[in-house]
């Protein structure tokens, strides 16, 4: 059974950073494109960024630009958000989601992707 976890969220000031990862049993990431997505109260999901099976062009959304690196880490297995220079509005429910298949135009809506993570809080405040 394929299963997909988020890890590293947490509590952290306005200016810090986080590291999310996003882990696999029962498949090789590496194949695989993954997004991560965010939820705030109140807000529709939220593609944050994106990164293709086979692809050297990651997807940001503008307000993360700068700010944010996705990244593999194959033998780990798993795929990295780097989260730095945090804002309050970065705050919410971040979710993995995994599609085998490879399509750029599709990376940033949640309905391409067939397996989600349940999600872990990343809260910024002070």
């Known amino acids: 059974q394929v299963q997909f976890v988020e890890s590293g969220g947490g509590l952290v000031q306005p200016g810090g950073s986080l590291t999310l990862s996003c882990t696999s049993s029962?498949?090789?990431?590496?194949?695989?494109?993954v997004g991560w997505f965010r939820q705030a109260p109140g807000k529709e999901r939220e593609g944050v960024s994106c990164?293709?099976?086979?692809?050297?062009?990651?997807y940001y959304t503008d307000s993360v630009k700068g700010r944010f690196t996705i990244s593999r880490d194959n033998d780990l297995n798993a795929v990295v958000l780097q989260m730095n220079s945090l804002k309050v509005e970065d705050t919410g429910v971040y979710y993995c989601?995994?599609?085998?298949?490879?399509?750029?135009?599709?990376?940033?809506?949640?309905?391409?992707?067939?397996?989600w993570g349940p999600g872990i809080q990343v809260t910024v405040s002070s």
């Open positions: 029962g498949s090789t990431l590496a194949y695989w494109s």
């Open positions: 990164i293709g099976a086979g692809s050297n062009s990651p």
């Open positions: 989601a995994t599609v085998d298949a490879s399509d750029q135009t599709m990376c940033a809506v949640p309905g391409w992707y067939d397996y």
